[in-house]
């Protein structure tokens, strides 16, 4: 697992070839590495060290879950629409240890493609899922949820100042 302030979290990951071996590769190991994280629901390329735009979720088992795409790998995911907007806690695989009240929306469409097949996707999540997407979305632009929280982004300033 990649932590911060390792300079691929910071930086926007590249689009892939969904049906390319090596992507087909890494998706399995991007879901190998979220199923060896009890307590995360979400991990991107770009915390397994890869600079792809490739998400994998799993919010089913997860108390606060009220949708469920069930355990999936996404290439090239883009957000379509999000409504509702709520603040919740969130934390973070690549920054331990820290928690905080992010702003995202409760309702979101992502569209993507499968890796292998290449077959389009559409995702339509809510509550806890919805949060989920939209956070590893935000690692394939090259931020963290500090990003998105008022005050902190100082904090995060000062955690990719630091000597890795």
């Known amino acids: 697992m990649i932590v911060a302030p390792h300079p691929v979290l910071s930086t926007a990951a590249e689009p892939v070839d969904p049906t390319a071996p090596e992507v087909v590769a890494g998706a399995a190991d991007l879901l190998a590495t979220l199923r060896r994280e009890p307590s995360t629901t979400g991990l991107a390329a770009p915390q397994i060290g890869l600079s792809w735009r490739l998400i994998a979720f799993d919010a089913g088992l997860h108390p606060r879950s009220r949708s469920c795409a069930g355990e999936l790998v996404v290439a090239n995911p883009r957000l379509a629409k999000a409504s509702h907007w709520d603040q919740a806690r969130e934390g973070c695989a690549s920054v331990a240890g820290l928690t905080a009240d992010v702003l995202r929306a409760t309702h979101i469409t992502v569209h993507g493609h499968l ?37 902190a982004l100082s904090l995060h300033r000062r955690l990719h100042s630091c000597d890795a």
């Open 115 to 151: 890796p292998g097949s290449g077959e389009p996707v559409t995702i339509e999540a809510d509550a806890l899922e919805a949060r989920c997407i939209q956070h590893q979305l935000d690692h394939l632009d090259g931020l963290l949820f500090l990003d998105r929280v008022t005050g």
